[in-house]
């Protein structure tokens, strides 16, 4: 099975940096994704993590590190639309894939 | 929009009750994958398919069953409704069999009374 954990809320300033933690206790790992969800609508991909390592795109980023089981959602230059619940899910490999999601993290942006 | 559509946006029905909602996947993508999401328990996978055939199964409960047509258009079945099955309802299709970028419809609110 797989374990996710990511902390339920987070606020931050508009125009600044936030860093979202997620760790994540699984078989079978392949990859983790993160996943952008404003409140009564669908998920948005963000990313997906399969190397060690950084990946920028844009405003945000995500690191992965396989070792240590973690990883984090960096939102730089924030802005109000940012608010929304950010999830991280992990992917296991060995024949068929399934995806875990966390529980989410609620980020709210304030002035 | 992702290109996801599902049906309906709402349903209300009682317990004890059997409901179906439709999915039908983003042009080219041959895997859609069903997700339920309540407030205390996130977004949880129920099952996938790929081109017809099922690929996956996560916590997906005896009294649902999902298929996937031809047409490649999916539906989730849910039968002896309880008050606990009320949740979201997310489609999400991809390209190929693995979960790499999932993109996902706008979800149908179940509500069981």
């Known amino acids: 099975g797989q374990n996710i954990d990511q902390p339920t809320e987070m606020t931050a300033t508009e125009g600044a940096i936030v860093q979202i933690n997620c760790t994540y206790q699984?078989?079978?790992?392949?990859?983790l994704f993160w996943y952008q969800q404003h409140a009564g609508e669908a998920p948005t991909f963000l990313s997906y993590?399969?190397?060690?390592g950084l990946e920028e795109k844009g405003r945000f980023s995500s690191f992965l590190s396989r070792s240590k089981g973690y990883s984090y959602l960096l939102l730089k230059e924030l802005q109000m639309k940012d608010s929304a619940s950010y999830l991280c899910?992990?992917?296991?490999?060995?024949?068929?894939?399934?995806?875990?999601f966390g529980t989410g993290t609620k980020l709210q942006v304030i002035p | 929009d992702s290109g996801v559509t599902q049906t309906p946006k709402h349903l209300i029905t009682a317990t004890g009750q059997r409901v179906t909602l439709r999915c039908s996947p983003r042009?080219?993508?041959?895997?859609v994958y069903w997700y339920q999401q309540s407030l205390d328990q996130g977004l949880q996978f129920l099952i996938q398919?790929?081109?017809?055939?099922?690929?996956a199964k996560g916590n997906i409960l005896e009294r649902f069953s999902a298929q996937q047509f031809p047409d490649l258009h999916s539906e989730l079945n849910l039968s002896s409704l309880e008050l606990g099955d009320s949740a979201l309802y997310f489609c999400?299709?991809?390209?190929?069999?693995?979960?790499?970028?999932?993109?996902f419809g706008p979800g149908t609110r179940l509500t069981v009374t």
């Open positions: 999400a299709s991809s390209v190929g069999d693995t979960a790499y970028e999932q993109y």
């Open positions: 699984t078989s079978g790992f392949n990859g």
């Open positions: 993590n399969v190397l060690d």
């Open positions: 899910a992990a992917s296991n490999s060995g024949g068929y894939q399934k995806v875990t």
């Open positions: 042009s080219g993508d041959l895997s």
């Open positions: 398919y790929y081109n017809g055939e099922e690929r």
